[in-house]
């Protein structure tokens, strides 16, 4: 007891000085660690409101982007496929070679009879295939305008975060210009469609060649034909020249697209509108819409065919009747089905090389 005593006193300052340093260390290491976690629970509150922030802006988006959807969808399609359904009436009106022939029905055969019925044979498959084409490729044109649309509004809408969450805040494209945008594609049946069923015709002309009006047509036949005529019109003339059938021709878009390069930045002195217009150029002047393209129209030829077999009297057309009979229900399946678009164009969108083009061009974002 009294060597304990003695310890202590000999050693107290210095048992005192270890206990205060010993208890200052415990305490910085206390705080220490509480201010780690302050940080590691700031850090964790951050993230999660991150990610709160994403999924309100994927949802936002997504609602702005399905809105321009049903715009396309219930607005834009059926009022540009009503128009091209009119225009292509007032182009390829065949009324006045009908009358001709019922006028000298029963006639002796004449040159003048033998014109018209070789007149009525290519322009009823010119109208067959100018619905069928300029259906497939302006239903696959505004749905390119419509995931560009989309996919600059997602971009517009990450960039305002900084200033707001709402998508009418951070929505950098101008209403006019989206409006103006999507009515862009009246091009098409505004100006372009005499040059177009012009070139068509070339087209059934060179393919129809030679057929004779007893000849036997079969829905083999019939497929073929249609076929061929649409491989003579896409691959007569320039690469890729169905692009100047949607856009009107600017010697800018080569230059610009040149600039624009891959990556999609921003033009100086390049309005909303002509980006717009430009990155659509773009996809429409690739092989890849080329690709896209083709493949739809196959898609609905095939329809096409089935529906004219499924019609009374489609099983003589099975087994083959003679090519006059065929021209009148080739005619009418031009207005026939343009009437039916929204059929033709779900066919069209719901083929997968179609549906995966789409969401390419949709999610192709690159955010500066």
């Known amino acids: 007891m009294l060597s304990l005593r003695g310890f202590w006193r000999r050693h107290k300052r210095k048992i005192v000085v270890a206990t205060g340093v010993l208890g200052s ?4 290491y206390k705080l220490y660690n509480a201010h ?7 850090e964790t509150e951050l993230e999660q409101e991150r990610e709160k922030n994403d999924e309100l802006i994927k949802a936002q988006m997504q609602a702005h982007f399905e809105n321009i959807q049903r715009i396309a969808d219930t607005t834009t399609l059926p009022h540009a496929m009503h128009y091209l359904s009119s225009r292509i009436a007032e182009e390829l009106d065949l009324s006045h070679l009908t009358e001709r022939l019922m006028q000298v029905k029963g006639q002796p055969t004449s040159q003048e009879k033998l014109e018209l019925w070789d007149r009525l044979k290519i322009l009823s498959f010119t109208r067959m295939v100018s619905s069928l084409w300029t259906m497939t490729i302006l239903s696959l044109y505004i749905r390119v305008q419509v995931n560009i649309l989309g996919r600059h509004l ?8 900084g200033s707001s969450l709402l998508i009418e805040d951070a929505d950098l ?3 006019d210009d989206q409006q103006k945008f999507l009515a862009s594609s009246d091009y098409l049946s505004s100006n372009a469609l005499p040059a177009l069923i012009s070139n068509i015709q070339a087209a059934a002309t060179d393919v129809l060649n030679g057929m004779q009006l007893k000849d036997s047509f079969n829905t083999t036949i019939l497929h073929a034909t249609i076929i061929e005529i649409l491989e003579k019109f896409m691959t007569t003339g320039e690469p890729y020249h169905w692009v100047n059938y949607l856009m009107s021709e600017d010697a800018r878009w080569h230059e610009l697209a040149t600039a624009f390069g891959d990556n999609n930045t921003p033009l100086p002195d390049v309005t909303k509108f002509d980006q717009l217009m430009l990155e659509t150029w773009a996809v429409i002047s690739s092989a890849e819409f080329g690709s896209v393209a083709e493949t739809a129209l196959r898609a609905v030829v095939d329809t096409v065919i089935e529906d004219m077999s499924a ?7 099975k087994s083959g009747i003679q090519l006059a009979k065929v021209l009148a229900r080739v005619a009418q399946a031009g207005p026939a089905f343009l009437k039916e678009s929204s059929k033709f164009i779900r ?17 192709n974002m690159q955010i500066s």
């Open 173 to 175: 494209i101008h209403r």
């Open 25 to 28: 260390g415990y305490l910085l």
């Open 347 to 363: 066919i069209i969108l719901n083929v997968p090389q179609v549906e995966l083009f789409f969401t390419l061009i949709y999610s």
């Open 36 to 42: 780690r976690q302050r940080l590691a629970d700031m």
């Open 154 to 161: 997602y971009i517009d809408t990450a960039r305002g975060l």
């Open 311 to 317: 019609q009374p009297g489609g099983g003589s057309l």
